[in-house]
């Protein structure tokens, strides 16, 4: 299992590129376009994964679903949230889980 490293590594970057020139990269312009920018490429990229989904191309689904982190990993470092914010959460959810997994099989 590969751990969060890269992404971690991404995040840096991304958080670097806060104070980069509009012009000098794809994040910094996107920066500079603001909120709806940056939340209208994650809605693009989340529709492209749906039409990837319907084509059956295992490789085309796994390069759509890396765009749309990509650029929720720009839109949390837009409002300063980490990627370790995002695994907390995850981990509070792990533990009630249990409950989701009783009302699953029908035994609340
Ligand atoms: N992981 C990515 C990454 N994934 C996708 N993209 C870019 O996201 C853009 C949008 O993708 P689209 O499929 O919509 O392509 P497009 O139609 O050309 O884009 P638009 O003109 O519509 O915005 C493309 O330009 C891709 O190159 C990325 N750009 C950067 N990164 C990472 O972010 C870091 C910082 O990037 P820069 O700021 O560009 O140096 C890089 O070192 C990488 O690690």
């Known amino acids: 299992m590969i751990d969060l490293e890269v992404i971690h590594r991404v995040q840096e970057t991304l958080i670097a590129r806060k104070d980069a020139a509009p012009d000098s990269s794809y994040v910094a312009s996107l920066y500079a376009k ?3 920018a940056i939340c209208k490429k994650v809605a693009e990229e989340a ?3 749906i039409m990837a989904a319907k084509d059956g191309d295992r490789l085309h689904l796994v390069r759509e679903v890396c765009d749309v982190w990509f650029h929720t990993l720009v839109l949390m470092t837009h409002f300063g949230i980490g990627v370790d914010d995002v695994m907390m959460e995850f981990r509070r959810r792990e533990g009630i889980s249990g409950i989701d997994e009783k009302k699953s099989r029908g035994t609340k």
């Open 34 to 36: 603001g909120t709806d």
């Open 47 to 49: 529709a492209e994964v």
